[in-house]
C-alpha cells in the first residue's frame, strides 16, 4: 500500500491505494490495483491498472509493462477493496466457527497459467517481491492476519519494509486462508450486486451459525441474517434464543420471516410465533402457505409445556400392511430434515397408531418384506397433553430416540424426537 508505479522510462505515474477485487470474476485473486496519480486533484477519480499490466523491478519497485496503462476507474462499488472491506473489519473464520477482526492482508504472485511458483514471496501491502521474468503474474489473496503481527506491520507502515517485516517477525502469525474467510457487510444488497455466494456459510452446522449471529454487533448481525438464504436462517434461526429470534427478524416485513418460518420445523415455528405478539404472529401466518399454516395453527393451540406443544408434524406414517418399499419411497418424498428421521410409524385405516419400526430395519430389510414384520414389540407412546416431566421420563426409562404423541383414540398427532427433549433440558438448567 503506498507503493509508487512508474512507467516504462521510470516516471512515476501514481502511488498504490487500494487492491480491487471482482468477487464475480474471481474472488481469490486482486484484479487490479488502484492508484491515485500523480498530480490529481483531490476531487479527481481514481485509476485502476490491471495486475497482469505490472511487474516488479529488480529493486522492488513497481513498473507498467509494456503498453499497460492506468485508466480512470468506474464503477467502484462493483469491486471489493481490500483495505475499505476488509481491513480492521470483523469477518468470519467459517473453519474455526468464530468471528475475528482483520489486522492485515497476506497477498502472494502466481505465473499466470501456471503452477504457483516456489520463488513466489508474499507481498504484505507493501509491494515486496514479485515476478521479475517479463510473463505476466497474478496477485492471489492467500490469508488475512487476525493476530499481532499483522497490527504490528500496520503500525510500522511506512518505513523500510526489511526493517518491518524483521520487527513483525518476532511475533508469532495468526492467519486464516482466504478459503475459509466470509465477509460481512452492513449492506445485505451490496454484497447480492458483488455477486459473494453463501456456499461457506450455508455448510456451517447451525449452531455454528448461530454463536456466531451473537457474536457479532446488532447492525453487522442483523445485516448478516438478512443476507442468509431463507433455508439456512431458518435453521440458524431454530438455535438462538427466543429474545435474539425476535431482534434478527424485528426489521423484517411479514412475507420475508413467513418464508423463513416455512422452512423451519412446525414445533420451532410455533414456539417462535408464539414468543411474538398477536398481531405480529398472525400477520406472519397470514403470508405462509395455507397446509404449513396450518400445521403451525394446530400446534399453537397446545401449551408449550406439553408433549403436544414440543412435538413436531415431521414424521413419515405409514399402513401396517405396507411393504418395505413403501418405506423407501416415503423417505425419498421426504422433503425436510433427514437427520431427525429414526423411526417410521404403521396406523390402521382410522390413523391409530399399530406399531414403530426402526428406521435402520426398514433399510436392511428386502424391498417385498412386510413392515408389521419388522415392528418393535412395544409401543411406547404418550398422550398429547402430557407435562414435559412426563416426555422427559419416558425417553429416560426407556432409551428412547422418537415417542408418538397421540390423542384420546390413539391416532398419531406428531412425533417428539431426543434433540428436542435434549435441547429442551439444556434450556432449563
Known sequence: MGAAVADASGRTVGHVREFAVSPSVDANHVAGLVLRRTGAGRGERMSMVPVEGVEVTAAGGLRLRGAASAMPMAEEESYLMLERDLLDQQIIDVH??????????????????????????????????????????????????????????????????????????????????????????????????????????????????ADILEELAPAERQALFTSLEEGVAAEALEEVEPKMQQSLTDALDSEHVAGIVEEMDPAAAADFLAELPEERSEAILEEMDPEERQEVEDLLEFSGDSAAGQMTTDYIALREDAPVSDAVAALHEFGDDMETLTHIFLVDEAGVLRGVVPLVKALLAAPGDALADLRDDHIVSCDVHANWKKVAGLFDKYNLRALPVVDGQMKIAGVIYAEQVIAQLRTMD
Do not use: C, Y
Not at 475475528?100 to 497476506?106: L, P, S, Y
Not at 489473496?141 to 506491520?153: F, K, L, S
Not at 510500522?156 to 466470509?182: C, Q
Open 96 to 209: 474455526g466457527h468464530k468471528v475475528v477482526r482483520v489486522n492485515d492482508v497476506d497477498l502472494v504472485w502466481e505465473p499466470v497459467a501456471h503452477a504457483p511458483s516456489t520463488v513466489a514471496s508474499h507481498a504484505v501491502a507493501d509491494g515486496a517481491g514479485g515476478p521479475l521474468d517479463g510473463h505476466a503474474w497474478k496477485l492471489r489473496i492467500a490469508d488475512v492476519e487476525v493476530g499481532t503481527r499483522g497490527a504490528v506491520r500496520r503500525l510500522l507502515k511506512g518505513l523500510p519494509t526489511g526493517a518491518v517485516e524483521r520487527v513483525a517477525e518476532r511475533f508469532g502469525t495468526s492467519a486464516i486462508p482466504w478459503d475459509f474467510v466470509d465477509l460481512i457487510d452492513r449492506d445485505p444488497s451490496r454484497r447480492v450486486r458483488l455477486k459473494i455466494e453463501q456456499e461457506k456459510l450455508a455448510k456451517m452446522h447451525p449452531s455454528d451459525l
